[in-house]
């Protein structure tokens, strides 16, 4: 009787025990429930047939055609896409009933439905996914008007809502989703004009409107700081051009009813890649200097009425590879630029005097540019980008000559005195201690002035201050007292120079060079060497044609394989004229480098005048890095070769902006152009030759031609563009999937970013499938932060190189420690789960 009451007291709290047990398995078998039912409301479909065959939805194997994520036993992503397996929608589907099952989970952060068929109108009981991050609901059949509901999800970040038959306006609430970087409704009914509160998504990336029925005067986009892709093709916009930001990668206005001109603000759109204006009714000069904007590889203005001269010596960027300037005004000569077979040029319908595509007898352009209406515009200011230039041009001449000042007086100063009184030596100082003959004097001056180059930011001012030494240094140099003198008073006159740091890179830069030391020493090779090595340059030996002209692949006398890189000379000088590159291209020798062995000149019997260079860099013949990561045939590497790799890849592009002087940036980067040799080794086979005919860049003087302004702060950000290739690299790596499209990457980028939030189940259903199972979750973990921090759309939120192998090095660390970890270890539950 006594044990009655303490049973009693017990008992309130073994049944609030059992019913949250029930509330659990009631909430694990609701979601279960949900998606059976959704299963049900698209017809059974047998690409879902999964969800009929377990209850542990959460751990579904993903398939191109199901993707579930879970968050602590709660769904947090689903994606479904239609395939040839998917039937006809059962008779009385209703999307207002499958939003409303869907809107159960209300955990979801991202919902795909694409491509099955839904149809009806967007329901109103999408509200009810109040957590949605994501959604795309592309490819389907939904019409009537963007319901109003959608304004109150406030976390969405990318709405997708392409190729629909959705109408109406796009409503001005629209502003109200101040964090949304993906808004794409193309291929749609929208009708009337853009609202003005699209300005105020401030962390915008991507605005898709294209093919609609949008019309009137785009609004003030000039506040979209991040926006990089504006596609509003195949609408009636105009007639002014829109007031846009510029950080622009994509800018395609193609087929609407812009009719006046062109604004010379778009000089300014430094990332610009593409430009597509045709088919509107712009008017007025066309500005040859788009050829050559930093970043321009595609520029299309047909079919509308721009007038102005051409001329041959016009400079284009080197990747531009398709223009098209047909159906317009034009006159002069096709710039000579635009002449490789390995652009497509296009420019028909003109009066230029090429006759190799149609054109229009000349008189018919000055009348027809008589004929168009030009509405002039008010002068605001007076222009002072000319002064600005001349200021600009004036303060580098001005450093040169005090710097040079400074040099010619201690020069002087120690000829005078014959006998300089030498303090503890300098590092470079050291090195001149041995100097005996002329030749070793001007070795020892370029050592100098390449240390130099580095901290003088204007690249002229370099050239000017690097030729005036050498001559002024060359000329009184007596002995070797006076050339220690001289190197020590440069050094203490060039006040950004700091001693330790030659001394690191002097360092790093011997390093550095040890690691190509397996290589054969560089040399000159002869002609007839390379023509018996390649058959005579035999078509059985062509291996390429590429922006670093023909590739061919040989063997030396001595066995060893070689690719020859032949480029044909446009304007032909001596040999020594080329000298400057090729002593440059001689110390690219890294383990992490298709590296140089040597060059070849060929010469004109007449004139001795160089017609082709012909550059010889070691063969490597294996795959590809993508074919071993996100290939579709054969075996992929393991996610320790592939942070291996990574490394190898950065390691690779530290050396080029660091191990030479000058450094070399804006490489390019691609991971077709990173090949593995049998050992799994990675080597760039592409990179930013310092001389090529089809590479203009990057000139003796160390300028870039087009360029206006401030040239030095285009040059400041260029190992940016690396960090952002290496990024992308990254974005593949992880994901095993090829990314073959720029617009892919910021939506790929948020997709990591939401998974970094979440666990590490989550983080692993979006990882390469070959490789999931086999990485640490804080090796994982560090890959993905590296890499959005690398694809950034702020340069300045862009990591550096060295920040990226220090975070690469550290997720090979503790991946090799978990591998241990893990093999010591029997199997266990909790090891199970992270898998």
């Given at each position: 009787m006594a044990q009655k009451p303490v049973f009693l007291s017990l008992l309130p709290?073994?049944?609030?025990?059992?019913?949250?047990?029930?509330?659990?398995?009631?909430?694990?078998?609701?979601?279960?429930?949900?998606?059976?039912?959704?299963?049900?409301?698209?017809?059974?479909?047998?690409?879902?047939?999964?969800?009929?065959?377990?209850?542990?939805?959460?751990?579904?194997?993903?398939?191109?055609?199901?993707?579930?994520?879970?968050?602590?036993?709660?769904?947090?992503?689903?994606?479904?896409?239609?395939?040839?397996?998917?039937?006809?929608?059962?008779?009385n589907f209703s999307s207002d009933t499958l939003f409303t099952t869907i809107g159960t989970l209300s955990s979801l952060k991202v919902l795909s439905l694409v491509s099955l068929g839904l149809w009806g109108p967007l329901p109103e009981s999408i509200a009810q996914l109040s957590s949605l991050e994501i959604l795309n609901i592309s490819s389907n059949y939904f019409n009537g008007v963007i319901p109003s509901q959608l304004s109150l999800l406030r976390n969405l970040q990318s709405v997708v809502l392409d190729d629909n038959n959705i109408n109406g306006e796009i409503p001005n609430w629209v502003g109200s989703l101040q964090g949304l970087a993906v808004l794409s409704m193309k291929k749609n009914w929208l009708c009337g004009s853009l609202p003005t509160s699209l300005d105020a998504l401030q962390t915008l990336r991507v605005l898709d409107l294209s093919s609609n029925q949008l019309s009137g005067e785009v609004p003030h986009l000039k506040n979209l700081a991040n926006l990089q892709v504006l596609n509003l093709e195949n609408n009636t916009f105009g007639p002014h051009f829109p007031s846009l930001p510029t950080k622009l990668v994509s800018l395609v206005l193609r087929n609407n009813s812009f009719r006046l001109s062109v604004p010379s603000?778009?000089?300014?759109?430094?990332?610009?890649?593409?430009?597509?204006?045709?088919?509107?009714?712009?008017?007025?000069?066309?500005p040859p200097s788009l050829l050559s904007l930093p970043s321009i590889n595609y520029l299309d203005i047909s079919s509308n009425?721009?007038?102005?001269?051409?001329?041959?010596?016009?400079?284009?960027?080197?990747?531009?590879?398709?223009?098209n300037l047909s159906s317009n005004l034009l006159k002069g000569e096709i710039p000579s630029c635009l002449e490789p077979k390995t652009r497509v040029v296009l420019y028909d319908g003109n009066c230029l005097s090429n006759k190799n595509q149609d054109q229009h007898p000349l008189h018919f352009c000055s009348n027809e540019a008589l004929a168009v209406k030009i509405i002039p515009r008010e002068p605001k200011h007076k222009r002072t980008t000319g002064k600005t230039v001349i200021v600009s041009s004036m303060g580098s001449v001005v450093g040169v000559v005090l710097i040079l000042g400074v040099v010619i007086l201690v020069v002087s100063r120690v000829h005078k005195k014959q006998v300089v009184k030498i303090p503890s030596k300098s590092p470079?100082?050291?090195?001149?201690?041995?100097?005996?003959?002329?030749?070793?004097?001007?070795?020892?001056?370029?050592?100098?002035?390449?240390?130099?180059?580095?901290?003088?930011?204007?690249?002229?001012?370099v050239e000017t201050l690097t030729r005036s030494i050498k001559e002024h240094v060359m000329s009184r140099v007596k002995?070797?007292?006076?050339?220690?003198?001289?190197?020590?008073?440069?050094?203490?006159?060039?006040?950004?120079?700091?001693?330790?740091?030659?001394?690191?890179?002097?360092?790093?830069?011997?390093?550095?060079?040890?690691?190509?030391?397996?290589?054969?020493?560089?040399?000159?090779?002869?002609?007839?060497?390379?023509?018996?090595?390649?058959?005579?340059?035999?078509?059985?030996?062509?291996?390429?044609?590429?922006?670093?002209?023909?590739?061919?692949?040989?063997?030396?006398?001595?066995?060893?394989?070689?690719?020859?890189?032949?480029?044909?000379?446009?304007?032909?000088?001596?040999?020594?004229?080329?000298?400057?590159?090729?002593?440059?291209?001689?110390?690219l020798r890294h383990s992490h480098l298709v590296s140089a062995l040597g060059h070849a000149f060929e010469c004109n019997q007449d004139d001795s005048c160089v017609n082709s260079v012909f550059l010889i860099f070691e063969f490597v013949p294996n795959r590809s890095l993508r074919s071993c990561v996100s290939g579709s045939s054969g075996e992929k590497i393991s996610w320790t070769q592939r942070i291996a790799a990574t490394i190898g890849v950065v390691k690779g592009i530290q050396f080029l902006h660091t191990g030479i002087v000058p450094g070399l940036y804006s490489n390019n980067l691609k991971i077709t152009d990173i090949v593995l040799d049998n050992n799994h080794n990675v080597k760039i086979s592409s990179y930013n030759l310092p001389l090529s005919s089809e590479n203009k860049r990057m000139i003796s003087n160390g300028t870039y031609p087009g360029l206006k302004g401030n040239v030095q702060a285009r040059i400041k950000g260029e190992d940016k563009n690396d960090v952002y290739d290496i990024g992308v690299i990254l974005l593949e790596i992880i994901l095993g999937r090829p990314i073959m499209f720029h617009n892919e990457v910021g939506t790929l980028k948020d997709l990591l970013h939401v998974s970094i939030k979440t666990d590490d189940i989550a983080r692993r259903s979006i990882v390469d499938p070959a490789v999931h199972k086999e990485c640490s979750d804080e090796s994982l973990m560090t890959m993905m932060e590296i890499c959005v921090r690398c694809v950034s759309d702020d340069l300045t939120e862009r990591p550096s190189v060295e920040d990226i192998l220090w975070n690469l090095q550290f997720a090979a660390q503790v991946q090799n420690s978990w591998k241990r970890d893990s093999s010591d270890h029997s199997y266990s539950p909790a090891l199970s789960s992270r898998d």
């Open positions: 709290l073994l049944i609030l025990f059992l019913a949250n047990i029930q509330l659990s398995e009631q909430l694990e078998f609701s979601q279960s429930q949900t998606l059976l039912k959704v299963q049900q409301l698209l017809g059974y479909p047998s690409a879902l047939s999964a969800l009929s065959s377990t209850s542990d939805f959460c751990n579904i194997e993903p398939t191109p055609y199901l993707t579930i994520v879970c968050y602590e036993d709660s769904l947090t992503q689903l994606h479904v896409v239609g395939n040839n397996d998917f039937t006809t929608l059962p008779p603000g778009l000089n300014s759109l430094y990332l610009l890649q593409r430009l597509d204006l045709s088919l509107n009714g712009f008017v007025g000069p066309f009425k721009f007038t102005g001269m051409l001329f041959s010596n016009t400079s284009c960027n080197d990747d531009l590879h398709f223009v470079l100082e050291n090195v001149t201690s041995q100097l005996h003959n002329e030749d070793e004097v001007k070795t020892t001056t370029r050592s100098i002035m390449e240390h130099i180059i580095k901290r003088v930011p204007d690249k002229r001012a002995n070797k007292r006076v050339v220690r003198a001289s190197t020590r008073s440069i050094i203490e006159h060039v006040s950004s120079v700091n001693t330790a740091k030659l001394l690191t890179d002097a360092r790093y830069i011997s390093e550095t060079m040890k690691m190509g030391a397996s290589l054969p020493p560089y040399r000159t090779f002869a002609l007839d060497e390379l023509k018996e090595a390649t058959n005579n340059f035999d078509s059985s030996c062509f291996i390429s044609e590429g922006p670093h002209g023909q590739i061919y692949k040989g063997v030396l006398s001595d066995g060893m394989h070689i690719s020859i890189r032949g480029l044909k000379m446009r304007k032909r000088h001596s040999p020594q004229t080329y000298m400057h590159h090729v002593e440059m291209i001689s110390k």
